[in-house]
């Protein structure tokens, strides 16, 4: 079963809410990913400068707004290139060493975000 | 006086049945454009193929004063190509061939109908070594037009807006003699202009109304085998304007270009964004460099780097570069921003159909004042600010593009469009900018500040060139 995305309040939504949407958007039009976090719940917290968003996912539905929540199982703190790279397919093993990307809280949840972010021609 | 029917046996006569448009139904798509411009119906169009046809269409016209107004792909931004007094299209599309490609002296000989995407894709079949510069026009807009109407392209940076890339024309006169300008009036090579008195500026950026291109030479230029395009993410319209005339001014970018925050919602899906966050960025700039070595592409990458490394110093954020490929995975919408010629499906097929801008060239001292007040403006009366900017010939001046879509089937969105156009008028040409491609309401506007000998010099050559007043009336108010 392939899920969807659903971003809140798009019109109004930030840039870095926007593409991350669109990052995970294309990757659960795939199956694998889908079947990946079917089971997961999580609020994970995403900021780059200013900027911050929300991810949420509930028994493999998700859900992204503007915004940070206040209690997130995980944050994820970078720059636009860091998220554009990782959407790319990058490693994000050289950014975290480096303080690039800089990860807090249960680790065991962001690992279903790198399945959503990870371009899927990678997978 | 000629009727209706007399002059269509007459068109008939020289270009066939089939090659000869009347009826409202069949002329609708020459009637208007994306723009708020009022929609005009000219009463045929024709579709030469030869020359000697358009000396014939061009002699008929000075016989029955009938006005003609010479177009190809007309998605030019200011009407140019709207019957205002009726008469007859001239559509070139038909005449599309590539003649020649000189490449030692590194031109192309076209006829008005070649298009972008056939440039490219003959010089890439054919001529890989060469190149040619691409506007972010549609890939179907004629070279020869553009050109003509100062256009810009991608390597305009380097080489200047586009008429300087014309080495020499053939026209149909608006009195029907065929006249080359350019090395070609004397030599068989269309090398250059010089040095030769510059006729072709008779041509250039009159609109057509001072007669019929069917031949062009335009300049191609080394195709550098290393490419690297990247984008980077300010912050701030002071700190990308800053961004820019720096790079501009160093000679290692063969294209800079600038998009506001708008421009990347609307690639994401968001159709009328007005909303921005502090922290978002608000200013998007591509530079495109390239080089004959990856030496010496990673020594200019080195050079933007160290441009990056002094604003962090200043306490500027500036976030790239990110290159193109990486943000073309997340979405393939920005492959178009990957090669060029592309297309803007975003700007150009827009739920409401109507696309205009208020776009011109200035000094780059203003830029950033320009770039603000005019963004300022566009928000004050509803629309999001759109901006495309770029500089142009090293920095000596700069493109300042104030994008507007609406839509086209709203009287009231109609209005208010025409009325902030007008005051972005008036804010550009108090800043010093001139906007290209100049519609004829602009000229208006012109002739509070134009030079009077200027404008009387233009009568005079027009007179004297086109006595009938046959070719694109009305056009410079002309």
């Known amino acids: 079963m392939m899920n969807e995305i659903k971003i809140v309040d798009k019109e109004n939504a930030n840039i870095m809410t926007l593409m991350i949407g669109r990052m995970i958007e294309r990757n659960l039009q795939h199956e694998k990913t889908s079947e990946k976090i079917k089971n997961v719940n999580a609020v994970i917290a995403l900021f780059c400068g200013k900027m911050s968003a929300t991810l949420i996912i509930e028994n493999g539905n998700v859900t992204l707004k503007s915004g940070a929540a206040q209690n997130p199982s995980a944050t994820v703190e970078g720059s636009l290139k860091d998220f554009i790279s990782l959407g790319a397919g990058k490693s994000f093993i050289f950014p975290v060493l480096t303080r690039g990307l800089k990860i807090r809280g249960n680790a065991l949840h962001l690992l279903p975000l790198l399945h959503m972010f990870k371009s899927q021609d990678e997978q | ?478």
């Open chain 2, 1 to 478: 006086m000629t009727t209706r029917e007399e002059l269509q046996k007459k068109l008939v006569d020289i270009f066939g049945e089939k090659r000869v448009l009347c009826g409202a139904e069949t002329l609708k798509p020459y009637s208007s454009d994306m723009t708020e411009n009022e929609a005009a119906m000219p009463d045929f169009a024709v579709k030469p193929h030869t020359v000697d046809e358009i000396v014939s269409l061009v002699q008929l016209a000075n016989g029955t004063k009938t006005p003609l107004i010479p177009a190809v792909a007309r998605t030019n931004l200011a009407g140019l190509t709207l019957a205002n007094h009726g008469g007859i299209i001239v559509d070139l599309r038909e005449m599309n061939k590539i003649l020649d490609v000189k490449k030692d002296e590194m031109y192309a000989l076209i006829e008005p109908g070649v298009t972008y995407a056939m440039m490219k894709e003959h010089l890439d079949a054919n001529f890989p070594a060469l190149r040619f510069g691409y506007p972010l026009s549609p890939p179907n807009t004629s070279i020869a037009a553009n050109c003509l109407l100062d256009g810009l392209a991608n390597i305009s940076l380097k080489h200047s807006s586009t008429s300087n890339w014309i080495n020499g024309m053939e026209a149909v006169m608006p009195t029907g003699e065929v006249v080359k300008t350019g090395s070609c009036a004397v030599s068989p090579y269309w090398f250059s202009r010089a040095p030769l008195p510059d006729l072709t500026g008779l041509f250039i950026s009159w609109q057509g109304t001072t007669g019929i291109v069917t031949k062009m030479a335009v300049t191609l230029f080394p195709n550098p085998t290393h490419r690297f395009r990247a984008f980077l993410f300010c912050y701030d319209l002071p700190s990308a304007f800053e961004l820019m005339t720096r790079l501009s001014k160093m000679d290692i970018c063969d294209d800079i270009g600038g998009v506001s925050w708008t421009a990347g919602k609307m690639l994401f899906g968001v159709e009328k964004p007005m909303h921005r966050e502090e922290g978002e960025p608000e200013f998007f700039v591509y530079v495109d460099i390239s080089g004959n070595s990856a030496r010496e592409l990673r020594a200019k990458k080195a050079l933007i780097e160290d441009i990056l490394h002094q604003f962090k110093k200043k306490n500027i954020a500036i976030d790239g570069m990110i290159a193109v490929e990486d943000i073309t995975k997340i979405d393939k919408a920005f492959a178009k921003f990957s090669e060029f010629p592309t297309y803007l499906d975003f700007l150009v097929d827009n739920p409401g159909g109507g696309l205009t801008w208020i776009g011109t060239y200035g000094p780059i001292s203003r830029w950033t004042e320009g770039a603000v007040r005019g963004s300022e403006m566009m928000v004050k009366h509803g629309f999001p600010p759109t901006l495309v900017c770029r500089p142009m010939k090293g920095g000596h001046f700069v493109i300042l593009r104030l994008i507007t879509i609406f839509n086209k089937s709203d009287a009231d969105e109609v209005e208010k469009v025409k009325k902030l156009n007008a005051e972005l008028c008036d804010l550009v040409l108090e800043l010093g900018f001139i906007p290209y491609k100049t519609p004829a309401w602009v000229v208006n506007k012109f002739m509070e500040r134009m030079d009077k000998n200027f404008y009387a010099l233009m009568k005079k050559i027009k007179q004297q060139l086109d006595p009938n007043g046959i070719m694109n009336p009305g056009k410079w108010l002309l």
